[in-house]
């Protein structure tokens, strides 16, 4: 790898726990992580038959998934959690609608990763609080849909701030940049890409998808392109040669100024692109 960073996650799928077909094929697709679902997707009638179902899906499963189960003090939570628990480590836990730091400290008896959703404004005002109730947390994001209907926000330009707040929280709290929420109009491709150039804007990194035919859309969306790989080159060389030569910073022949405080970014940079490259 060309640089420190880990490969980065752009992509992941969430798909209905109470379908295994959906379930199966999810899992087979390319999506980076596959989050089956035994929340909102799913029925308050089906909700006992979905886990098992689940179970029975992710059995021995070897490729990136995570469950995304009820919500804490749902009367499902409990099993949920303990299903979960049966199944191998590397299973993370999707906790919906998170507000409350204690009990995100409480989650950390689980003994799997959490990946937490913001989706009120009161989880969103407590972003880093809960980032950092527990090691335990590898990802925060948000659950866009519950958070427009309780602002009463009506275009996606009014979940900027929300968006913006939720990508300082994940970094002061040392958290891979978040990713971002569904799209949920799964045919409209070109407005998924366009807002896939938005939240990239802000700093979030990959998205939720509802359906396999937006994983390329997401995926070409985060990838950097050949101009900025090579500027990312550049910045890594150059300040590193500063650097070896006692100086702090560069100027590059454009004009632009470079120091070491650049160097993470172009880093960042540099792990998509590799990711890119393992992925042809």
């Known amino acids: 790898m060309s640089g420190t960073a880990p490969a980065p996650v752009l992509t992941l799928l969430y798909v209905p726990a109470d379908r295994p077909d959906r379930v199966a094929k999810a899992l087979a697709s390319s999506a980076d992580v596959v989050v089956v679902d035994l929340e909102d997707a799913v029925a308050a009638g089906h909700k006992d038959a979905a886990r098992e179902?689940?179970?029975e899906a992710l059995v021995g499963?070897?490729?990136?998934?995570q469950v995304r189960v009820n919500?804490?003090?749902?009367?499902?939570f409990a099993a949920d959690v303990q299903a979960v628990r049966t199944l191998g480590s590397s299973v993370g836990i999707r906790v919906p609608k998170v507000s409350d730091p204690d009990g995100v400290r409480a989650l950390a008896a689980i003994r799997r990763p959490l990946h937490l959703l913001?989706?009120?404004a009161l989880g969103l005002e407590r972003a880093y609080e809960l980032a950092t109730a527990t090691p335990a947390v590898t990802t925060i994001g948000l659950g866009e849909a519950d958070l427009r209907s309780e602002l009463g926000v009506a275009s996606e330009q009014g979940l900027t701030w929300a968006r913006s707040r939720l990508v300082v929280a994940a970094r002061a709290a040392g958290l891979p940049a978040p990713a971002m929420s569904v799209y949920p109009h799964v045919r409209d491709l070109d407005g998924l890409a366009a807002s896939c150039a938005l939240g990239r804007s802000l700093?979030?990194?990959g998205r939720a998808a509802i359906h396999p035919a937006q994983l390329p859309v997401i995926e070409k969306a985060f990838t950097p392109s050949p101009q900025q790989v090579?500027?990312?080159r550049e910045v890594v060389d150059r300040v590193g040669e500063a650097t070896a030569d006692g100086a702090g910073t560069?100027?590059?022949e454009d004009?632009?100024?470079l120091d070491v405080a650049m160097v993470e970014a172009a880093r960042r940079t540099l792990a998509l692109a590799d990711r890119a490259a393992a992925a042809d």
């Open 53 to 55: 179902s689940m179970l």
């Open 61 to 65: 499963v070897s490729r990136p998934v």
């Open 71 to 76: 919500a804490v003090g749902s009367r499902w």
């Open 118 to 120: 913001l989706e009120t």
């Open 203 to 205: 700093g979030m990194l």
């Open 230 to 232: 090579e500027r990312a």
């Open 250 to 252: 560069v100027v590059l």
């Open 255 to 257: 004009g632009t100024f």
